[in-house]
């Protein structure tokens, strides 16, 4: 069973910067995708980021793009969120969510069946 550990969420100030980890475990093989999505509040959930983990070939999402990126770590089966020039419309929730094998790797909740919990990230004025 897929297993999906985001973490380094927290409070940051307008102009800072965090770095989301989501530790994945309980998958095997390769060829998967990865990806990074937030929901802030009484909004609906929104892709941000994607990767594929045999591929490469991020994919960000223009709301956010030139301020986050998506890496991977396959050895330490680690995916990553860099975000900087956080502002207040960056607090949210945050998920991490992994599927198999899908045609085009790109952050559209539907494709993607397995999810973390989620944390929370608030940037403050």
């Known amino acids: 069973q897929v297993q999906l550990v985001e973490s380094g969420g927290g409070s940051v100030q307008t102009g800072g910067s965090l770095r989301l980890s989501c530790a994945i475990s309980?998958?095997?093989?390769?060829?998967?995708?990865m990806g990074w999505f937030r929901q802030r509040p009484g909004k609906e959930r929104e892709g941000l980021a994607s990767?594929?983990?045999?591929?490469?070939?991020?994919y960000i999402f223009d709301s956010v793009k030139g301020r986050f990126a998506i890496a991977t770590d396959n050895a330490k089966k680690v995916v990553y969120l860099q975000m900087r020039d956080l502002g207040p419309e960056d607090t949210a929730m945050y998920f991490c969510?992994?599927?198999?094998?899908?045609?085009?790797?790109?952050?559209?909740?539907?494709?993607?069946?397995?999810w973390g919990h989620g944390i929370q990230v608030t940037v403050s004025t």
């Open positions: 969510a992994a599927e198999h094998h899908v045609p085009r790797c790109l952050p559209i909740a539907a494709d993607f069946a397995s």
């Open positions: 309980g998958y095997t093989g390769t060829d998967n995708c």
């Open positions: 990767i594929d983990t045999d591929a490469g070939g991020p």
